[in-house]
């Protein structure tokens, strides 16, 4: 999330930020001093983020259930089931969920 480094003077600094719902640390971003090109690009490194959990599905997919251990199938559901969540477009994460079958 660089939401705050828009329009950074010479010599200043901002913080890019791990955007939801990825935590980590913030990483600094440099606009170099004595700049007077306004198309400069900040000097920064990406933050180091990942994914605390899998966000919650909604709505839960038939044959699964959240459990305060993760996922198991529901009731006349058999299998393993297995929750895996990606990096979409814009930084979305998006899941899927397999392994429960009627």
Do not use: H
């Not at 939401?3 to 890019?16: H, K, R």
């Not at 930020?17 to 170099?32: E, L, T």
Request: charge should be negative.
């Amino acid at each position: 999330d660089a939401s705050d480094c828009m329009g950074v003077p010479a010599g200043s600094f901002c913080e890019v930020r791990c955007k939801p719902p990825y935590v980590g640390n913030a990483s600094i971003a440099r606009c170099p001093a004595g700049n007077v090109d306004p198309t400069q690009a900040l000097e920064w490194f990406p933050p180091t983020c990942s994914l605390r959990d899998c966000p919650e599905q909604s709505p839960v997919p038939a044959g699964y259930v959240k459990t305060s251990g993760g996922w198991q199938c529901a009731e006349g559901y058999k299998g393993v089931a297995v929750v895996d969540c990606g990096l979409g477009d814009m930084c979305q994460v998006s899941c899927t969920a397999a392994g429960c079958r009627p």
